[in-house]
């Protein structure tokens, strides 16, 4: 007789996240099938044993949390920024790097002499990293290349991390800052950035449209612009709102039923309520707030007051926030933003797996994919305590095997 189910985890607790709180389950069970969870619930109200149910029966310790979700990172670039951590250790500023044709531009550089390959080599480190910590969903933007080649190529790149042990979904941010060739005419590089949009959608390369509205990037009637070709191509738009200057990015967002407007450290009452209203989720960035050295807080009250759902993500890129862990961003979220660690974990999970417009993942419910993670911990709170470490046993997508930990002890070295 063929099993029930195709996988089935025993012997670790769950924070299923279905309902308040952890949705803590001691002494847990969780079994799937066709990729979906089929059971979640207490080992001992599994009808039968294990090894009868089950093609594959894994006996684990510790935590099963949902796996995660990092719905927001430019993880695919060439070249690195460390000269420049090192000139803001020495005062200068973000912004003025920028505008002497530093910053993102001098990772533009790096992306456009990179061929395919080389761009794949050098950003997989950084894609593994993030999987060992745990991350199942992967969100990448484009936004280095800024022209359609080089666009094209990052999106591609990125698409060729997706895997049965890594769901990965693309965002086209073509409209991250000027490239010198259309130096003092924004608009005339938003018109281009306009065309090359359908024609990439078309070969299947692009899940949402992001901008970076700034003084420093696109002014709001630019981001509208691209936005309203967004909407008419039937893709949902995300935006860097409101990171470094109120612009009312937040409000931007939410006219357009902005799946997520990210970062929202200026972002006002008004903002706010606007996001509450679209349904916009609010995705905090403590890495770029930490290296940075920002002082001014996301209105986390006011998010919390409206109801307003806070997802956390890496914003794993190579000037403002070169993080490497899903897991560190939690950690920081808790320290900078006074998050709970239950509200850390629900926004690198259901949260922000809502930003990214899945409403499959994120918490470990009947029905949902059986995407988890299973960690050496005592209790769901250590996933934001420790500073760094390696607490992630094993990884599951879609009931494929994602990630398991082969540790190689010193006396068999
Ligand atoms: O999310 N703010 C704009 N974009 C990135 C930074 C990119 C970069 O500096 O390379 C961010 O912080
Ligand atoms: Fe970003």
Redesign the pocket.
Known sequence: MTPRWDGLVVGASLATLDGDGYGAIDDGAIAWKNGLIAFVGPRADLPGSPSALAAQVIEATGWITPGLVDC?T?AV?AGD?ASEFEMRLEGAR?EDI?RAGG??LS?VRAVRAADEDALYAQSRPRIEALRRDGVTTLEIKS??GLDFDNERKMLRVARRFASPALDVRTTYLAA?ALPPEFAGRADAYIDAAIDWLPRLHAEGLVDAVDA?C?GI?FSPAQTRRLFERARSLGLPVKL?AD?LSDLDGASLAAEFDGLSA??VEHTSEAGVRAMAAAGTVAVL?PG?FHVLRETRLPPIDAFRAHGVPMAIAT?C?????PLLSLRQAMQLACTHFRLTPEQALRGATQHAARALGLHDRGVLRTGLRADLAVWDIRHPAELCYWLGGDLLSRAVVAGHPAYTRHVIHPSET
């Open positions: 927001h430019h670039f920024r973000y920028a910053g993102i990772t936004g280095y991250h970076f700034e990037g860097h990171q990210d970062h960035l770029a914003d890129n190579p000037g403002t926030s």
